[in-house]
């Protein structure tokens, strides 16, 4: 299984980026994906979340400004990132998870199986 991840990069704040997560060996169908970043020195946070059941999960420091969608032709999956803001810089990692997840559990960093390489994100004017 492999995960794919790109689309990072610099960008000044009040900008927009789009990552991408194209995986391979695993279906989308059924089961769940996952956005997270990690800041230096801060633990791996859960951003978005689609559940098998469609469900979108979001944190809240992202809320209105980040949208997450995936295409299951494609078995690839986004993650829309507006209106970003310096604390917004960080590593950014796809994950994958089997089944359902739900508001209780989705920010979970062990309820997901495979995981992207990272793609460092940097708001900086």
């Known amino acids: 299984v492999q995960l794919v991840e790109s689309g990072g990069g610099l960008v000044q704040p009040g900008g927009s980026l789009k990552l991408s997560c194209a995986v391979f060996g695993f279906t989308l169908n059924y089961n769940s994906v996952a956005w997270f970043r990690q800041a230096p020195g801060k633990e791996r946070e859960g951003v978005s979340c689609?559940?098998?059941?469609?469900?979108?999960y979001y944190a809240e420091s992202v809320k209105g400004r980040f949208t997450i969608s995936r295409d299951i032709g494609k078995n690839t999956f986004y993650l829309q990132m507006n209106s970003l803001k310096p604390e917004d810089t960080a590593v950014y990692y796809c994950?994958?998870?089997?089944?359902?997840?739900?508001?209780?559990?989705?920010?979970?960093?062990?309820?997901?199986?495979?995981w992207g390489q990272g793609t460092q994100v940097t708001v900086s004017s």
């Open positions: 994950a994958t998870a089997i089944g359902a997840l739900y508001g209780s559990n989705w920010f979970q960093t062990t309820k997901y199986n495979y």
């Open positions: 689609i559940s098998s059941t469609a469900y979108e």
